[in-house]
Each structure stands twice: as C-alpha cells, then as structure tokens.
C-alpha cells in the first residue's frame, strides 16, 4: 500500500486491492487459528476486524471525496468522451474498409467513347483485326453439313426429352428436323430446340402458334408479342429445373384468358345484336359468385389480359328466358336458366347448366363442351335451349300420355323435329299457321309436341328459344299464345 501514494491508479483497482488484502489476511487467519488457543484467537480477530474496519473506513472517505471534487467529475466525463471518439473512429475505419470494396464492384466501365462516335457517324467500324476476313466466318452450314448434323441433333433432343417430366396435357410430342413440336389440343403449338445463349442444355423457342380461335380462324400474335412472349419463357425455362412445366403452366393460363375474354365479347355482341334484351350475363369468380346480378353490361378486360387482381380468370353466367311467366312441366322461371362457363379446379374451362337437361340425340344428361379452337357461344347456347326446350316437352309428353282420353295409341302424343322432319302432318300445322303468328313460329326451337286431334290431324306444342313463350299451333284455326 506504501507505493500507491507515488503513482496514479485507478479507485476501481484501489477498491480491488483492498479487498483482496482484506480476504488474504482473513485466509492467514484461519489457517493460524487450529494452532492457537482461544484468547488467541479471538485476539486475532480483533485485530483484524479493526484493521480491515480502518481500511473500508479510509475507503469510504475517498470515494466520497472524489464524488464532491468537480476535477475528478470532470476528468471523469472526459475519459468517457475519449472512449466514445475511440469507438467512433474505429466504426468509421471498418465503414470506410467496406465502402472501399463495394467502390471496387460500383465503378463505372469506361466506354470506348471514339469507336461508338466512328460507329455512329460513319456506320462502320475500321478497327477489327484484318486476320478474321483470313478466317472466313460462315453463318449457315452447307446442304452436306446440315444432313449430317441434323440426325445427330434429333438424336440429342430426344435424349433431353427423357431426362425431364412432360405435362400429361401435351397431346404430341414430334422431334424432327433439329426441332421439338409440341402440342396442345385447343391451345397452342409451339416448337422449341436446344441453344439459348449458347449453351446447348438450355431450351430455345424458336415459333409459337396459338390455337384458340373463333369461327373466323385462330386468334394471331403480332411479331412483337411473340418475340416478348417467347423470350419470357426462355428466361423462365432456363431458371427451373422442370422447363416444360413452366412453358405449359404460363402458356395454358394465357389461352384460358384469352378464351375467356372471347367468350365475354361474343356475349357483348350477342346482346347488342339479335339477341338483345333476351339474355344477360354476369361475372362470376372465386370472391363473388354471380356478382353483379343487376348489371347487363359489365365492362370486359381488353383483349389478351388476364386478371390484375391476382385472382384466377373470372368465368361468366348467361342467363335465358328472363320473362317472369310460369314455365312448363311446373317449373317456375323465377329460377332464371343460365349456362355457366368458367375455368374449373384444374383450370380447365368447364360448361355446366344450372339444371337437368336431357341431350335429345342421347337421351342422356346434356354435357357441354366448349371448343376452344373455334369458339361459337351462340351455338352453345342454342344448343342449351335446346336441351331445355326437349326436357320440358318430354315432362308435357310424359304428363299427357298419362291421360288415357288423349293418349289411346302409341303415336297419339309424339315428339318431332320440325326443321328436319319430313312428315306431311306436322308441314301442313306449320304451314297453315296463320301470318300474324309467323314470326313466332320462326322462334320455336328445334321440336314440337305432337298431339292427335282427330284422325291424321295435330295439334303442335312449340316453345320459343328466346322468352320460353308456349306456341300451340292448330290446322285451319287461330293460333293460341301463351
């Protein structure tokens, strides 16, 4: 302790000192005491309490000391500004480090600035090495060169084709040529082989066809959308390992768009044209299903784009038959008929009707069927009334022939196909219709009833495509509306 008075130390180490001192001569202590007797002892202990009690003591009036002193608060405060500088600078070293590699990477290159402005005003370049004119770059392979390489190639696409997974919708897969053809029935054909950006494990697009289209053909891609599209899916298929589920995945989704909004622009046609007020559609989607009820002309998407929502492609409902009058066979047409067309869970475009509808060439429930490659929503949806019109008159047939005063022979209540039945009776009903009733009878769907009235004379029991209005139509009398 002599020596702490020359030097400076710090009060922690003062404090430490201390209590060691005070802990080995209670060590010192103990370790005497099993020697000496008990006066002994408990004079050595007296000592020791008052010795370490002055020590504390002495302790305890210096720190209180240097608390009171406004030098040592100050030389205090500026150890702490010191460490914080000390921290900081050391921070702003390693920043300054770091700053220095990430400059490395940032720099910008330096352009050939002279060669771009020759390039620019002359359209030419004069400095390339005259040794590649000596080198006789060829494009193209001759006639010889290209029979040979393109077996070798067929034989390397096929080999690629077995190491990957092929989607089960693509129908045919044809390799011939140096090139990969592969097909969707209804949806695209596109043709593909082995060489984006030079490396010849990468598959390169080289033609793509759609094969969605309406009655006036196919629906076209313009040059520019090709090239985007297919350099998108080069990029997609270069960064997967499965390429054609990609390619099949981004390309099926686009076509179910595009059927969609046809099938939506075929409907806006249909009611701004003939059809006009005797339909109406909705939108429907995963969120709202026949949102929009009261709406008769939604907005449609413009062509070729999908829903920014990020919701699936919405499907569309259209309904028929709006007038509120009492159907026939008991059903009411409060419950509006509709056929709905929509992408299904696996995102497929699936038709369905809202009620049982008998197919009259099967006999069998109506399946209706969408065919992308020519898109007709007029003749899908004639078909469906159709149906309905057939399941309707057979409930009428059904519930006649269960009278036995209008049915006693078997051709008594019969059903027939107007517009391509040859039978004289049913000519002569449509014939001798009377005008004022002409139109309607120009609406009646495909079949009428046939109900004997006497002899080889019938009555006819029409229904018309566009309102469900019930046509009977008699020989030589007035027509009946209902």
Same mark, same amino acid.
């Given at each position: 302790?002599?020596?702490l008075g020359?030097?400076?130390?710090?009060l922690?180490?003062l404090v430490?000192r201390?209590?060691?001192?005070?802990?080995?001569?209670?060590?010192?202590? +103990?370790?005497k005491?099993?020697? @000496?007797?008990?006066?002994?002892?408990k004079?050595?202990?007296?000592?020791y309490?008052?010795?370490?009690? @002055?020590?504390?003591l002495?302790?305890? #009036?210096? /720190?209180k000391?240097? *608390?009171q002193i406004?030098?040592?608060?100050?030389?205090?405060q500026?150890?702490?500004?010191l460490? $914080?500088?000390d921290?900081?600078?050391?921070q702003?070293a390693d920043?300054?480090f770091f700053?220095?590699?990430?400059l490395?990477?940032?720099r910008?290159?330096?352009y050939? #600035?002279p $060669?771009a402005l020759?390039?620019?005003?002359?359209g030419t370049?004069?400095r390339?090495?005259?040794c590649?004119?000596d080198m006789?770059?060829q494009?193209?392979?001759?006639?010889?060169?290209?029979e040979?390489a393109?077996?070798?190639l067929? /034989?390397l696409l096929?080999s690629?084709?077995?190491?990957?997974?092929?989607?089960?919708?693509?129908s /045919? +897969?044809?390799?011939?040529d140096g090139?990969v053809?592969l097909h969707?029935e209804?949806?695209?054909?596109?043709?593909?082989?082995?060489?984006?950006?030079?490396h010849?494990?990468?598959w390169?697009i080289? &033609?793509l066809?759609?094969l %969605?289209?309406?009655?006036?053909?196919?629906?076209?891609?313009?040059e520019? @959308?090709r090239?985007?599209?297919?350099d998108?899916?080069?990029r997609?298929m270069a960064? +997967?390992?499965?390429?054609?589920a990609?390619?099949?995945s %981004?390309l099926h989704e686009f076509c179910?768009?595009?059927?969609?909004?046809t %099938?939506l622009r075929?409907?806006n046609?249909l009611?701004?044209?003939r059809?006009n007020?005797?339909?109406?559609f909705?939108?429907i989607?995963d969120? $709202? *299903?026949?949102?929009? =009820?009261?709406?008769?002309h939604?907005? =449609?998407?413009p062509?070729?784009?999908t829903? /920014?929502n990020g919701?699936k492609t919405?499907?569309?409902?259209?309904?028929y038959?709006?007038?509120?009058?009492?159907g026939?066979?008991g059903?009411?047409?409060?419950?509006i008929?509709f056929?709905k067309?929509?992408?299904?869970q696996d995102? &497929?475009?699936?038709?369905?009707?809202?009620?049982?509808?008998?197919?009259?060439k099967?006999?069998?429930?109506a399946e209706f069927?969408l065919d992308?490659?020519?898109?007709d %929503?007029?003749?899908l949806?004639?078909?469906?009334? $159709?149906?309905?019109? &057939?399941?309707?008159?057979?409930e009428?047939?059904r519930?006649l022939k269960?009278?036995?005063r209008?049915?006693?022979?078997?051709d008594?209540?019969i059903?027939?196909h &107007?517009?391509?039945d040859s039978?004289?009776a049913l000519?002569?009903?449509?014939?001798?219709s009377?005008?004022?009733?002409k139109?309607?009878?120009g609406?009646l769907?495909?079949? +009428?009833?046939?109900v004997?009235?006497?002899g080889q004379c019938y009555v006819?029991?029409g229904?018309s495509?566009?309102c469900?209005k019930r046509?009977?139509?008699?020989p030589k009398?007035?027509?009946q509306?209902?």
């Amino acid at each position: 302790m002599a020596e702490l008075g020359q030097q400076t130390v710090r009060l922690s180490e003062l404090v430490k000192r201390a209590a060691e001192e005070s802990y080995v001569a209670l060590d010192e202590l +103990v370790k005497k005491s099993p020697e @000496q007797s008990d006066s002994e002892k408990k004079i050595g202990l007296l000592k020791y309490i008052n010795k370490t009690r @002055q020590r504390l003591l002495r302790l305890h #009036v210096l /720190t209180k000391w240097c *608390s009171q002193i406004p030098l040592v608060q100050y030389c205090q405060q500026l150890e702490g500004s010191l460490s $914080s500088h000390d921290m900081c600078f050391t921070q702003a070293a390693d920043s300054l480090f770091f700053t220095h590699e990430g400059l490395q990477q940032a720099r910008a290159p330096i352009y050939d #600035v002279p $060669s771009a402005l020759d390039v620019l005003l002359t359209g030419t370049y004069r400095r390339l090495p005259k040794c590649i004119e000596d080198m006789g770059m060829q494009t193209a392979l001759s006639g010889e060169e290209r029979e040979l390489a393109l077996p070798k190639l067929d /034989t390397l696409l096929r080999s690629r084709l077995l190491e990957v997974a092929l989607p089960k919708e693509i129908s /045919t +897969v044809t390799v011939s040529d140096g090139r990969v053809v592969l097909h969707v029935e209804g949806e695209f054909k596109v043709q593909l082989t082995l060489g984006y950006r030079g490396h010849l494990s990468l598959w390169r697009i080289l &033609h793509l066809e759609l094969l %969605v289209g309406e009655r006036s053909g196919p629906l076209k891609l313009t040059e520019m @959308q090709r090239f985007s599209t297919g350099d998108d899916l080069e990029r997609r298929m270069a960064a +997967v390992e499965n390429p054609f589920a990609i390619l099949y995945s %981004v390309l099926h989704e686009f076509c179910i768009a595009l059927v969609m909004d046809t %099938v939506l622009r075929q409907v806006n046609t249909l009611r701004q044209g003939r059809w006009n007020d005797a339909i109406r559609f909705d939108l429907i989607s995963d969120s $709202s *299903s026949g949102q929009g =009820a009261n709406i008769g002309h939604p907005q =449609a998407p413009p062509d070729g784009e999908t829903d /920014t929502n990020g919701m699936k492609t919405p499907g569309i409902k259209i309904m028929y038959w709006l007038d509120p009058i009492k159907g026939i066979g008991g059903a009411d047409s409060g419950c509006i008929n509709f056929l709905k067309i929509e992408p299904g869970q696996d995102q &497929h475009i699936v038709c369905s009707h809202n009620t049982f509808v008998i197919d009259p060439k099967t006999g069998n429930e109506a399946e209706f069927v969408l065919d992308q490659s020519c898109i007709d %929503v007029e003749r899908l949806l004639l078909r469906a009334i $159709s149906c309905n019109i &057939h399941t309707r008159l057979l409930e009428v047939q059904r519930v006649l022939k269960s009278n036995s005063r209008l049915c006693q022979a078997e051709d008594d209540i019969i059903l027939k196909h &107007h517009e391509n039945d040859s039978d004289m009776a049913l000519n002569k009903i449509l014939d001798y219709s009377q005008e004022s009733t002409k139109a309607d009878v120009g609406e009646l769907g495909e079949e +009428v009833l046939c109900v004997r009235a006497y002899g080889q004379c019938y009555v006819a029991l029409g229904i018309s495509i566009r309102c469900m209005k019930r046509v009977l139509l008699q020989p030589k009398y007035q027509n009946q509306l209902f």
